[in-house]
Nanobody, 125 residues
Framework: QVQLVESGGGLVQAGGSLRLSCATS????????MGWFRQPPGKEREFVAA????????DYADSVLGRFIISRDNAKNTVYLQMNSLKPEDTAVYYC??????????????????WGQGTQVTVSS
């Protein structure tokens, strides 16, 4: 069974930073684009960011552009989400996801085939 494990979530004050990590197996990670989604309380899950296998293509939701940075370490089969200047509206469960393509194909959940269990990020005002 494919396993993606997120870590790094927690409670932070507005304006602070957190770095999320998502580790998975080489079988899941190697050659595939990766993404981050989030689900705020009482809302639908939404796209946050995605990165192609080679990291040559990166996409961000408008709401996080300029504040969040997605990156990957292919040697460690890990994708990261550096979150800066956090706002209370960033409060959500954050999920990492693996695509079945090497490039970026879209921002919808159907573009990704494997999902982690999620990590809670809470930003206090």
């Amino acid at each position: 069974q494919v396993q993606l494990v997120e870590s790094g979530g927690g409670l932070v004050q507005a304006g602070g930073s957190l770095r999320l990590s998502c580790a998975t197996s080489r079988l899941t990670f190697s050659g595939y684009a990766m993404g981050w989604f989030r689900q705020p309380p009482g809302k639908e899950r939404e796209f946050v960011a995605a990165i192609s296998w080679s990291a040559s293509a990166i996409d961000y939701a408008d709401s996080v552009l300029g504040r969040f940075i997605i990156s990957r370490d292919n040697a460690k089969n890990t994708v990261y989400l550096q979150m800066n200047s956090l706002k209370p509206e960033d409060t959500a469960v954050y999920y990492c996801a693996a695509s079945r393509f090497s490039g970026l194909t879209g921002r919808t959940e159907s573009d990704f085939t494997s999902w982690g269990q999620g990590t809670q990020v809470t930003v206090s005002s």
